[in-house]
């Protein structure tokens, strides 16, 4: 029988896909505290949130900058120093890394070089979502984020009509409104949705049932804060 990975510190050499909290602090592992607080460097989104999150961890680290932005050139840079001997942990804003969020090229640079890739896994917005849904979760297609552009989104509902599994998304505040708006439209007001947002954290909230009425929800609920659609198949019923 393989072996348990249990082991709380960081080897040299080994790349570190760390999952943080979405929300609530009390939700990162035992274990990804330990391997941020024994890797030689973070590598995160956002050096000012993940610097916030070590202080309230009373952790010192050397962070690097890590994101959309930079992604390609520092993805080769991280894995230089794996290579190097260095142990390195990559981080996310807050959630799992790759997730629609940085962390898949450096995790292909380090696969490409036959360098060791770790996960510490944690929390995440999408399985949580739909973990507690209510929706089919036998299966699911996950796709990030939608177009900005209506018409964009208008033709993903459409070629997805007929999808057989639960359709699990990610929507910005500025846009879950109109993305409800198209669903009603598009595929019917009888469909079930799940629109949750700001999960883990004081106000979370789950909108579930037939489109129209979470439409109707949603019309008098503040839109602030970060949201997880999920869109169960055609003859799904609560």
Not at 43 to 55: F, I, K, M, P, S
Not at 207 to 227: C, M, N, T, W
């Amino acid at each position: 029988m393989e072996k348990e990975n249990t082991s709380l510190t960081p080897q040299p050499g080994h790349l570190y896909v760390v999952a943080t909290p979405i929300g609530n602090l009390a939700d990162l592992t035992d274990r990804a505290r330990a391997i941020l607080g024994g890797v030689d460097l973070v590598a995160c989104e956002d050096t000012r949130t993940t610097g916030a999150l070590l202080t309230r961890l009373g952790l010192r680290k050397d962070l690097t900058a890590y994101h959309e932005h930079n992604e390609t050139e520092a993805a080769e840079k991280l894995a230089d120093l794996i290579a190097g001997g260095k142990s390195v942990a990559v981080v996310s804003d807050a959630g799992t890394p790759a997730l629609s969020d940085p962390g898949f090229r450096v995790v292909r640079a380090c696969r490409r070089r036959g360098l060791p890739v770790v996960p510490v896994p944690g929390a995440s917005a999408l399985t949580a979502v739909l973990s507690a849904s209510g929706l089919p979760s036998n299966g699911f297609l996950y796709v990030g984020f939608l177009p900005p552009k209506s018409a964009a989104r208008i033709g993903f509902f459409e070629k997805h009509r007929d999808f057989a599994y639960t359709l699990a998304l990610f929507e910005s505040c500025h846009r879950i409104d109109k993305a409800v708006d198209e669903i009603v439209a598009t595929l019917g007001p009888a469909r079930v949705i799940c629109v949750a947002k700001e999960v883990t954290k004081l106000h979370e909230t789950f909108f579930v049932g037939p489109a129209a009425d979470v439409q109707a929800r949603l019309a008098k609920a503040s839109l602030k804060g970060e949201f997880v659609l999920l869109i169960a198949p055609a003859e799904f019923e609560l």
